[in-house]
């Protein structure tokens, strides 16, 4: 088992940045896959950004495609999500999740560590 801690939410205007970070610990950083996801009141979660564990691999949904960026160090034990051109519909909370070895994937169920989730709030 790892832990999962998010950082960098906040409130930011539509068109701006936010970078978030996924600190995890409890295991060696290098052998998980992580994805991260978000879910805004009312509806489902839903995936949008994955990295496997070389950092060889990434996959994003099409809605943020060319706006966000995943990324991780693995020897600062972190994974980032950069984000650019924010839109209000981009307001959720963010949730990293991560899965030992494999590749990234899009669906919720797939990984067995979560954390706690940060918000993002993008005004209009």
């Known amino acids: 088992q790892v832990q999962l801690v998010e950082s960098g939410g906040g409130l930011v205007q539509a068109g701006g940045s936010l970078g978030l970070s996924c600190v995890v610990s409890?295991?060696?950083?290098?052998?998980?896959?992580v994805g991260w996801f978000r879910q805004a009141p009312g509806k489902e979660r839903d995936f949008v950004a994955g990295?496997?564990?070389?950092?060889?691999?990434?996959g994003y949904a099409d809605s943020v495609k060319g706006r966000f960026t995943i990324s991780r160090d693995n020897a600062k034990n972190t994974v980032y999500l950069q984000m650019n051109s924010l839109k209000p519909e981009d307001t959720a909370v963010y949730c990293c999740?991560?899965?030992?070895?494999?590749?990234?994937?899009?669906?919720?169920?797939?990984?067995?560590?979560w954390g706690q989730g940060t918000q993002i709030t993008v005004s209009s």
């Open positions: 999740a991560a899965r030992f070895l494999g590749d990234y994937s899009s669906t919720s169920g797939y990984y067995d560590n």
């Open positions: 409890g295991r060696t950083l290098g052998t998980y896959t």
């Open positions: 990295i496997n564990w070389s950092g060889g691999r990434t």
